[in-house]
Nanobody, 126 residues
Framework: VQLQASGGGLVQAGESLRLSCVASGSTLNNYNMGWFRQAPGKEREFVAMIRWTSAGVIYADSVKGRFTISRDNAKNMAYLQMDNLMPEDTAVYYC????????????????????WGQGTQVTVSS
């Protein structure tokens, strides 16, 4: 599976962005999808995930109520709607795919994901 993330940019605090992740080489029906981010000087951290059935989603506490993850398997796409952005959301955002056989409790860990996109930069100014 090849993943490509897009939609990042420079916005002011309180504004919104929608990140997209397009998959090729395989159908996304077979994968749980996750978003991670990495800020300068920090480790990569989990942001959100959505099960391959769309029946389950998990968010990091830092983004709950502001970010929404979704997917469209027919289009082989995953999305991350980010509202009320804050400067601390500044990071490179990565989409990732984990086989649907992975258990839910493991999907907050980046080692559970086999495929990664190249990342898209999100910068939020205060």
């Amino acid at each position: 599976v090849q993943l490509q993330a897009s939609g990042g940019g420079l916005v002011q605090a309180g504004e919104s962005l929608r990140l997209s992740c397009v998959a090729s080489g395989s159908t996304l029906n077979n994968y749980n999808m996750g978003w991670f981010r990495q800020a300068p000087g920090k480790e990569r951290e989990f942001v959100a995930m959505i099960r391959w059935t769309s029946a389950g989603v998990i968010y990091a506490d830092s983004v709950k109520g502001r970010f929404t993850i979704s997917r469209d398997n027919a289009k082989n796409m995953a999305y991350l709607q980010m509202d009320n952005l804050m400067p601390e959301d500044t990071a490179v955002y990565y989409c990732a795919a984990a086989p649907r056989s992975r258990i839910l409790s493991s999907l907050g860990q980046d080692r559970s994901y086999d495929y990664w996109g190249q990342g898209t930069q999100v910068t939020v100014s205060s």
